[in-house]
């Protein structure tokens, strides 16, 4: 059982227990069924500054109250995100144990989402690395002074005893800033940030966790439940002497559903590309047999090996010498004709096309080639940055060509997008 006041203790699953220690319950969540959706934030610091974040100006017409649920509420979209079985449940069990702990202290809210949001072993290396990535700093260790991550007023978070403190109170205390920036980042558009908080967006989308849907194949293999296999039953009593011990079975293999994905690098979507491509790495590292990428401008460029190193860095790096029309024009039309001709590598996937639609060739011919698509895709989804400003309308040629043949259009134009994109993959 872990220490309130030490190190993290062993990567070992410790299980949702109570810490003893302070003699205050941790308030550890059952898992639950029903789940909300999943929402990844970005890291409360810019990347490449140092010292500690100031203090966060309180937002217009947000009591702190508010600001302290949701940013404690945004921490567990986060872990959602990455993969760890954050449910509701559990969110609203890390809640009360940060009532309990009080959370202005790094290792009260450490412990608290700890014990409360991990469900398997698996989780606790992804709960350190989103921790880190939320707040800001370094993992709580043994001997060091605790770090303020939130402030977290008691009687906020713990249930109404009807003695509540006066509003004002309440409104003096904020979040501070190396949350309280997530959430406000997270809706931003990428074209729009600085090289810092880019770069905070970047190193969320890395710890994206971005599930498959899974679909049944014609091959089977051995399983507990299923159809008899006669000839493995067969094959292993003969080496027993002829008496069979059990009778074997088998049922479908399952495989995740392929996704295709094609980003335009030309001019007009250079703001875009680099973080369209991180999306594009964390689909290949979350299933690197089942994912295609290309990229298209003037020419078609296939980058699925340089995408599959797992270090982003060294995978965009490896992207950028294997494109050679960066910032070019668009041929959309032929560049498609040219993926749809290479052989069957659309046929039962779900296409993603990235791309504003800016065509200079023939907005008929990108039709005729998307109805094409349409046809052998089990979905075809397109992600237009432009499509999150606020008056969109897609008048472009190629996009009123494309869309009959679409079965959704999305924005790709911040992090919050790309978790939606995230979410009809995984439904797809």
């Excluded at 990347?47 to 100031?54: C, I, N, R, V």
């Excluded at 100006?57 to 702190?64: F, H, R």
């Excluded at 809640?95 to 698996?122: D, F, H, I, N």
Aim: proline residues 10%; aromatic residues 4%; charged residues 25%.
């Amino acid at each position: 059982m872990p220490d309130l006041t030490g190190s993290p203790g062993p990567r070992r699953f410790a299980g949702p227990e109570r810490p003893e220690a302070t003699g205050r319950p941790g308030g550890a969540g059952a898992p639950g069924r029903e789940t909300v959706p999943a929402g990844a934030q970005v890291p409360g610091r810019p990347a490449g500054t140092s010292g500690p974040a100031g203090p966060a100006g309180p937002e217009p017409g947000v009591p702190a109250a508010e600001r302290v649920i949701a940013t404690l509420a945004g921490f567990a979209g986060t872990l959602r995100a990455a993969g760890v079985a954050a449910d509701q449940e559990r969110a609203a069990a890390f809640l009360r144990a940060c009532a309990q702990l009080g959370a202005g202290e790094r290792m009260a809210v450490y412990w608290a989402g700890r014990l409360t949001l991990c469900a398997r072993p698996e989780d606790l290396p992804r709960y350190d690395r989103c921790f880190t990535a939320y707040f800001g700093g370094e993992r709580p260790r043994p001997g060091r002074p605790a770090q303020p991550a939130v402030t977290v007023i008691r009687h906020t978070l713990a249930p109404p005893s009807g003695h509540g403190a006066p509003p004002d109170e309440a409104e003096d205390r904020t979040a501070a800033a190396t949350a309280s920036r997530a959430e406000t980042l997270r809706h931003r558009d990428v074209a729009r940030l600085t090289p810092a908080e880019l770069a905070e967006v970047h190193r969320m989308l890395a710890l994206l966790h971005a599930r498959r849907e899974r679909r049944r194949s014609r091959r089977l293999t051995p399983a507990r439940a299923g159809r008899p296999d006669a000839r493995r039953t067969v094959r292993e009593a003969l080496r027993r002497g002829g008496e069979p011990d059990r009778l074997r079975r088998r049922a479908p293999r399952t495989r995740p559903r392929r996704v295709v994905m094609l980003v335009d690098v030309s001019g007009s979507m250079a703001p875009y590309a680099d973080t369209l491509l991180r999306f594009a790495h964390a689909l290949v590292r979350a299933e690197p047999r089942a994912t295609e990428v290309f990229s298209v401008g003037t020419r078609l460029t296939r980058i699925t090996p340089g995408l599959r190193h797992r270090d982003p860095g060294r995978a965009m790096r490896e992207v950028s010498a294997a494109i050679p029309d960066w910032s070019g024009g668009t041929r959309l039309g032929e560049e498609l004709k040219a993926f749809l001709d290479r052989g069957p590598g659309a046929r039962g996937a779900v296409v993603v096309i990235a791309s504003d639609g800016w065509e200079r060739g023939d907005p008929a011919l990108l039709g005729r080639q998307m109805a094409r698509l349409s046809r052998l895709a089990r979905r075809v989804i397109w992600v237009n940055p432009h499509k999150g400003q606020e008056g969109y309308r897609p008048l472009t040629g190629g996009m009123r060509a494309a869309l009959p043949y679409c079965q959704a259009l999305v924005a790709g134009h911040s992090l919050a997008a790309f978790e939606e994109l995230a979410g009809r993959l995984s439904h797809a």
